[in-house]
């Protein structure tokens, strides 16, 4: 678990981005995805939109404000993205670096 500081107007915020809240902004982009391709869908799913942003938002610290709200989800998506863009590079390394430690040690 790790924590992301960040500013939005003026304000330093920090959200600590657990499975929960990876969970919940995973959710949220799905969301966003399923509005986007059915517009007439937006009325069906807004009001869920709405309630995982409340849930991620309750999450940050200090507690954010209204106006903060947009910037604060923008900036948490942004940390999840980048958390689950290093994890992958991890992974894809990780092969790598057990063949070469398997290639070092059996050439001994």
Excluded: C, W
């Amino acid at each position: 678990m790790s924590a992301k500081q960040f500013d939005v107007n003026g304000t330093e915020y920090t959200v600590r981005l657990t499975e929960q809240v990876i969970g919940h902004v995973n959710n949220l982009k799905n969301l966003y995805n399923a509005a986007y391709e059915d517009p007439e869908s937006f009325e069906d799913v807004s009001a869920e939109i709405s309630s995982t942003i409340n849930e991620i938002a309750s999450t940050v610290e200090p507690q954010a404000e209204d106006s903060d709200l947009d910037g604060i989800i923008q900036e948490i998506i942004k940390a999840v993205d980048s958390k689950a863009a290093e994890i992958e590079k991890e992974l894809e390394e990780k092969p790598t670096k057990a063949l070469k430690s398997k290639k070092t040690k059996s050439k001994k």
